[in-house]
């Protein structure tokens, strides 16, 4: 890990994570838009697994028009996902990642839930390791090996850059909302837990000392800014699906406000949430 020294605290390059279980495989997609439209987070979302989107859209294509035990429903569920995976493949351009809708969300990733084991089966997000995730776990020794096709233990990993894509079904850019968007009541607990890590690390004297003119609110200021972290929804080999994602705290010191806010969305749609420090 890459360490600086600051005055009194050391700082660690380093990431936080979280994951979310996912009970019912089904209702997927309900889950992912619940968590992403609930009030904490920003809604704009783009789209990281352009080629995951290109290949549910060939294993979608292939599929027969309609199922025996319910052939209309199948029929209409299966033209409209076809439909919404068109559209996104569209927009893709080498410029920049391309934004997607909750509503082109939900359906595709409940579609995914409905035919895992015909998508394992088929491969459809077997991925091989990149090479610079090749050199990169040369480094982590014989507990990071992976073939595809294994588990992925993403607290593995100390840096996002390093996980597997494999079985990545859908990777999203997304953020939560800055304090000013909160109720009242969670702005003041989210500004108290904020200040106490930023006052417990010494950041917050060392921040006072290099202020110049008018005294500032450095914790109001931080927190008054929305707060990038990924969302990646990943098909495991047994069927089962995971939701994690990672953001950037250098120091930990913002670790609260990233802890509160998902603690809360979770809360708001009944979910199981879990959080892990990657040194």
Sequence with gaps: MLKARWTGYEIDSSEAAYNVEVPEPEK????VRALLGSDYFVRSYTLLSEESM??????VAAQPPSDKARPEQSRGETAKVLELLDKQIAKFNDRRPTSIGLRAIEPILNYVGAHCHQLLAAQTFRFDLTEEQKEALEDYGDEAEF?????????????EWDIPWDGVVMALGCALVGADKLAPEEQKHVYRVVKKSYKES???DD???????????????????SQ????????????????????MDDGQFIY????????LAAKKVQADIDFTMIY
């Design 147 to 159: 073939e595809p096709g294994d588990f992925v233990d993403e607290s593995l990993y100390y840096s």
């Design 256 to 263: 609260p406000y990233y802890e509160y806010l998902l603690k």
């Design 202 to 204: 010494g950041l917050l």
């Design 54 to 59: 290109a290949r549910l859209r060939d294993f």
């Design 207 to 225: 921040l006072a000392g290099w202020g110049f003119g008018v005294p500032r609110d450095y914790v109001l200021e931080d927190i008054g800014r």
């Design 228 to 247: 990038g972290l990924s969302l990646r929804v990943r098909l495991n080999p047994d069927a089962t699906f995971a939701i994690h994602g990672r953001w």
């Design 28 to 31: 997927l997609g309900t889950l």
